[in-house]
């Protein structure tokens, strides 16, 4: 069984400021992990991924994500916040890497941006 | 180049009716799955279908039913609406076999269901 816990439904920064959304995973093998954007009344965005190899995932927008095995973390980060971040993120967990996926979601957090 | 299509895009029912929601996927895409999202909740997995079969499922009853198309497109019913089933549905396709695969989901904008 896979699982995600996202902690924070709701986060604060300010524009410029450090983005810092927690991820925490479950697997009981080696997990396929994503970050996905959703925009109000839109569908999902793949942000960006980790499959195998590196262990920092560069994704769109700025947006990096560290697989941390030890901690059974995948933070996603971005250096400086823009009023376009403003939307809900969710962390995802998968045991397999390609279509044939089965995509466990996280809550979600849902990111606002003060200027 | 159309992504994934999901029709109708706002939807409203009574309890005890029952629905149809459609997914035409991303061009080349052959493998749909589909996602209920409740308020404030993040996605939960329904089915997955391929070659025109149910692959996968989630932890849903048997009121949630699919079907695939020779052409990829899909359809989600759901029979005996119950007000809990108000959700914003989400479909997602991808590719199954080859390098492509490792591409994962697109997924559609979703149908907002409400049932009253």
């Known amino acids: 069984a896979q699982s995600v816990t996202q902690l924070g439904s709701h986060v604060s920064v300010s524009e410029g400021a450090l983005v810092l959304l927690r991820c925490n995973y479950s697997?009981?093998?080696?997990?396929?992990l994503f970050w996905y954007v959703q925009y109000p009344n839109q569908g999902l965005q793949l942000l960006l991924k980790?499959?195998?190899?590196?262990?920092l995932v560069k994704g769109i927008n700025g947006f990096e994500a560290e697989f941390k095995k030890s901690e059974t973390s995948f933070h996603l980060t971005k250096p400086s916040a823009h009023m376009s971040d403003a939307a809900e993120y969710f962390c995802?967990?998968?045991?397999?890497?390609?279509?044939?996926?089965?995509?466990?979601f996280g809550i979600g957090t849902k990111l606002q941006v003060i200027p | 180049d159309a992504g994934v299509t999901q029709s109708p895009t706002h939807l409203i029912k009574t309890r005890g009716q029952q629905v149809t929601l459609r997914c035409s996927p991303k061009?080349?895409?052959?493998?749909v799955s589909w996602y209920q999202q409740a308020l404030g909740q993040g996605p939960q997995f329904i089915f997955q279908?391929?070659?025109?079969?149910?692959?996968q499922r989630g932890n849903f009853p048997d009121r949630f039913s699919g079907h695939q198309f020779p052409n990829y497109s899909s359809e989600l019913n759901v029979n005996a609406l119950l007000l809990g089933d108000s959700a914003l549905y989400l479909c997602?396709?991808?590719?199954?076999?080859?390098?492509?695969?490792?591409?994962?989901?697109?997924f559609g904008s979703g149908t907002r269901l409400t049932v009253v």
């Open positions: 279908y391929y070659e025109e079969e149910e692959r």
């Open positions: 995802a967990v998968s045991d397999q890497p390609g279509g044939y996926q089965k995509v466990t």
């Open positions: 061009s080349g895409h052959d493998t």
């Open positions: 980790y499959t195998t190899g590196a262990t």
């Open positions: 697997s009981s093998v080696p997990p396929y």
């Open positions: 997602a396709s991808s590719y199954s076999l080859g390098a492509q695969a490792n591409y994962g989901y697109t």
